[in-house]
């Protein structure tokens, strides 16, 4: 059997930049082991699946994200992604996109300057982790005192002081063995951006126990991350960038308990993929 795959970059304005997504149109869904198969086989941090939704509706598409280990509940950047291969390459005449997944409905908009803007639930965070053992042992790994030891599981959301601390923080082996000691899957770190920067904040994304060390521009975070420094900076329109080796650029507006992202994407390859025959 042969699939089409579309690798683009998502949450950038130029190739090599944001976060690449592999998407695999689909007419039907395989089956759970062969998806997972193919997106370990990518080794991208997500592998996205779509397909028409029954209803015939123009569209409307289920939606499914994988990394290289595991099926995941959101993701910002792969969805993206999708609608972009949807509008650009398979023709897709609808402005407005609604994706069924497992967080729900979500839909994206295309916009005249070529943006994608995602339509997401806003989340806070549950409470302040107060384990002071494992804030000691997160911020051994880090390099760095942590300002505001948040959560919202699976995730951790930590504040630093500063972009630099947020930059320097190096050590994915040190991350990653703390994550293991931790209730946490993810670990998200977060900061003020410098004042001379053309954004609001600054971010990073680690996840290796899901096949991802580090996220090169993570845009289910922003769902997180948006809402905090809206309140924090008394702003309802934010842009984040995630300081990761890529870099990647989201755009945020509060919408009551709704989170607007919203980006651009570039494509890198399109080209076609042997699995063996279902059935």
Partial sequence: MELTLYQVDAFADEVFKGNPAAIVPLECWLGDETLQAIALENNLSETAYFIRHEDGVPGHYHLRWFTPR????????ATLASAFVLFEF???????LAFETRSGALHV??????????????????????????IVEFEAAIGTKIEAPLMRLP??????????????????SAIGSALE????WALLI?????????YDFVSRFFAPGKGVPEDPATGSAHCLLAPYWAE?????????????QRGGVVHCAMNGGRVTLSGKVSPYLQGRISIPDIG
């Fill in 70 to 77: 595991a099926e995941v509940d959101l993701c910002g950047h």
């Fill in 90 to 96: 398979l023709g897709e005449q609808s402005d407005k």
């Fill in 109 to 134: 908009e295309r916009g005249a300057d070529g943006a994608l803007a995602m339509d997401f639930p806003a989340q806070t965070t549950d409470a302040r982790l107060d384990n002071p053992e494992l």
């Fill in 155 to 172: 995730y951790s959301l930590f504040v630093l002081e500063s972009e630099a601390d947020l930059r320097a923080v190096h050590d994915l």
């Fill in 181 to 184: 000691r931790s209730p946490f």
């Fill in 190 to 198: 977060t900061a003020p951006a410098d004042e001379e920067r053309d």
């Fill in 232 to 244: 924090r900076l008394g702003k309802s329109e934010l842009v984040g960038y995630q300081a990761s």
